[in-house]
């Protein structure tokens, strides 16, 4: 494994602060070396601009001053210092190498300038002008030739870029002390900021470990600050809050389903005894005995028909095969059905208009079924109940209203509940069931994307009617 591969892995494999720190300190110093590495050359940069303007200068006003002598044939040779900017040196050299003029002996020769020019100066340096780095310098040089009574000199400038070069040993040993100390400072202010900015999530990991089934009340405190951990928090106890509600809700089925389902096992198992004992010996008991022990059986099944669908429903694997179907059909079918079958009420179709929707044609006639079943239920024998199906506009209202006990209004918003049955205060009409019927009715609406309203009073009866898109 390469050392990058093993940072990669390092810091894969690290905490979240740990990589933010990293990452800010590598940022922060990239940042400080590019800074620096500008600064650097930006220095050098300076001086080379600096001593090239020098010797431009200097070149043009000897050049000028040598036309003039020239001219007037008046030449002076000597003269041709009084033009030179302070810090340059002139060297005339004629054309056997021979130097007549300098301007400073102390400065390197022309030779040994030659020996220490560099072949590949900065690239900013002029092209006409040569550079040559000495131990402790760094010198210009510009040349430029002048004829007179055809004898040919050649200037050459000399201007020293810096003295010394300790200047910049010295530099670059202050810019290294700036990036050690800012990488240390990167790295401790950016381990600082990042366990602040992270601390919240180390409560949250807190939290979250001492939530149990036992402790559902624990929630992430919320900082005023409105950034994306404060989001976070608020979603994480929004979570919990649903998780506490399923919990609640799944225990109280739980409960409830084994209350429902304790009292046709008692029933069973006590006329099983009564078989047992005399059964075999009285035909009124054994015959009493074995109705009884059917018609709980029976009730037992469909509380467990009914649990099994609402457990699908929860886990979104009730099979639904939506397809576009003619309500008035389903509508007819189930009404006649229902009117054969029920003896002790009147049971009445107002309108049922023609409809098209888009529909899974069992779990319909399952909720229009759970309708029509509790209408009969909740309503003293005699009563009647009514269907009416009729449009408006793009919906179909789909009405089954009856003549029962009602509902009160305290009861009203909680009848969609599991295992929540009315029975109306001071009636005689006693009611039975699971009170399944009209959960599994209201997640069939849900799924259709169908709309329920509840009327009703009490004595008076109750209308409830579904509201169902029409399909285009």
């Known amino acids: 494994m390469t050392l990058i591969e093993k940072l990669s892995h390092l810091i894969h494999s690290?905490?979240?602060s740990t990589k933010i720190t990293i990452i800010f300190t590598l940022c922060f110093l990239a940042l400080l070396s590019l800074t620096n590495i500008l600064a650097w050359y930006g220095v050098?940069?300076?001086?080379?601009?600096?001593?090239?303007?020098?010797?431009?200068?200097?070149?043009?006003?000897?050049?000028?001053?040598?036309?003039?002598?020239?001219?007037?044939?008046?030449?002076?040779?000597?003269?041709?210092?009084?033009?030179?900017?302070?810090?340059?040196?002139?060297?005339?050299?004629?054309?056997?190498?021979?130097v007549f003029i300098d301007t400073d002996?102390?400065?390197?020769?022309?030779?040994?300038?030659?020996?220490?020019?560099?072949?590949?100066?900065?690239?900013w340096t002029n092209n006409d002008m040569e550079v040559a780095k000495f131990q402790r310098a760094i010198v210009y040089r510009a040349k430029t030739t002048f004829t007179h009574d055809g004898e040919t000199v050649t200037l050459q400038f000399f201007r020293t870029i810096t003295a010394q070069l300790d200047f910049f040993d010295r530099l670059k040993n202050i810019l290294l002390t700036i990036d050690v100390l800012g990488l240390l400072f990167a790295m401790g202010t950016g381990y600082f900021i990042s366990r602040k900015i992270l601390r919240p999530i180390s409560t949250m990991t807190k939290t979250a470990q001492d939530i149990a089934i036992e402790n559902m009340n624990t929630r992430i405190p919320v900082h005023p600050a409105n950034d994306e951990l404060t989001d976070l928090a608020n979603t994480f106890n929004d979570m919990l809050n649903r998780l506490q509600?399923?919990?609640?809700?799944?225990?109280?089925?739980?409960?409830?389903?084994s209350h429902e389902l304790r009292t046709p096992v008692t029933v069973i198992r006590g006329y099983s005894d009564v078989l047992?004992?005399?059964?075999?010996?009285?035909?009124?008991?054994?015959?009493?005995s074995v109705e009884a022990i059917q018609s709980e059986t029976e009730n037992m099944q469909q509380l467990i028909e009914q649990l099994l669908?609402?457990?699908?429903?929860?886990?979104?694997?009730?099979?639904?095969?939506?397809?576009?179907?003619?309500?008035s059909e389903l509508v007819e079918d189930v009404f006649h059905k229902m009117q054969k079958t029920t003896h002790t009420h009147t049971i009445k179709m107002l309108r049922n208009e023609e409809a098209t929707i888009f529909a899974d044609k069992v779990t319909l006639r399952q909720m229009l079924r759970i309708f029509l079943e509790n209408a009969v239920k909740y309503t003293p024998k005699g009563g009647t109940i009514t269907v009416d199906s009729a449009k408006d506009g793009d919906h179909v209202k789909l009405s089954v209203s009856d003549t029962?006990?009602?509902?009160?209004?305290?009861?009203?918003?909680?009848?969609?509940?599991?295992?929540?049955?009315?029975?109306?205060?001071?009636?005689?009409?006693?009611?039975s069931g699971t009170g399944l019927g009209l959960s599994i009715a209201k997640w069939v609406a849900e799924q259709h994307k169908c709309k329920i309203e509840l009327s009703s009073e009490l004595g008076k009866g109750t209308t409830i009617s579904v509201i169902i898109p029409i399909f285009r």
């Open 245 to 257: 509600v399923g919990i609640t809700q799944q225990q109280q089925f739980v409960s409830n389903a």
């Open 105 to 123: 002996s102390h400065y390197p020769t022309v030779e040994q300038f030659d020996e220490h020019i560099i072949k590949n100066p900065p690239f």
């Open 309 to 327: 669908f609402l457990a699908r429903s929860d886990q979104n694997r009730q099979p639904l095969n939506m397809q576009p179907l003619e309500l």
């Open 276 to 288: 047992a004992r005399w059964g075999s010996d009285d035909p009124e008991i054994f015959k009493e």
């Open 14 to 16: 690290s905490q979240i």
């Open 404 to 431: 029962g006990i009602g509902i009160a209004k305290e009861h009203q918003s909680k009848i969609f509940e599991r295992f929540f049955r009315v029975n109306a205060s001071g009636s005689e009409h006693k009611v």
């Open 44 to 98: 050098y940069y300076a001086l080379y601009q600096q001593a090239e303007k020098t010797l431009v200068f200097s070149v043009d006003n000897t050049t000028k001053l040598l036309e003039k002598l020239e001219q007037n044939e008046n030449i002076d040779i000597e003269s041709i210092r009084d033009p030179l900017v302070a810090g340059v040196v002139l060297r005339v050299v004629d054309d056997k190498g021979n």
